[in-house]
């Protein structure tokens, strides 16, 4: 079964694309957009900042992109988001702290876990929504499609050595 490539936003370099080995397509796939994805999350980091959400600062520090490894084949696929909970590094003990929730339970607890960043993303009925993130694709959405012109012009000049 072939897999299924599909670049938007960048016409004229899909047939070179194309003659790209199927490792190398992946790779420079993958590139491409994490390449893209690393503009939108400094975008994202810088407008958290300037609307002052940066009261510990756990937020603006885990801004991240994340590959979907369960992506479909031929697609490369990465999120742009705030890690919390789990999803934070590897917690060393001296991070993590004893918590008491209303129903009685000890649990542990993550030192500044970002937890609240989708309250402020996408708001509450007390919060109306930063909208930090979605800001950030709206402000460099051109300067990222550059990036991953480029990025696939520097892969190909290699190839093609």
């Known amino acids: 079964m072939a897999a299924k490539t599909e670049l938007i936003g960048l016409d004229g370099l899909l047939d070179q694309f194309k003659r790209l080995s199927a ?20 975008e994202a980091k810088a407008i958290a900042q300037s609307q002052g959400l940066n009261k510990t600062g756990a937020m603006i520090r885990n801004i991240s992109i994340k590959r979907e490894r369960n992506a479909p084949e031929g697609t490369e696929q990465y999120h742009l988001g705030v890690r919390h909970g789990k999803q934070l590094r590897k917690a060393k003990k001296k991070d993590l ?19 609240y960043w989708r309250f402020l993303e996408f708001g509450t009925k007390a919060i109306n929504p930063f909208r930090f993130m979605q800001q950030s694709l709206e402000n460099k959405r051109n300067e990222a499609i550059e990036a991953m012109k480029k990025r696939l012009e520097d892969d190909l000049r290699k190839a093609g050595r």
């Open 23 to 42: 490792n190398m397509t992946e790779r420079t796939a993958r590139r491409m957009v994490a390449t893209a994805g690393g503009i939108l999350r400094k």
């Open 97 to 115: 702290e004893l918590f008491l929730r209303k129903n009685g339970r000890i649990v542990w607890r993550r030192t500044d876990d970002p937890f």
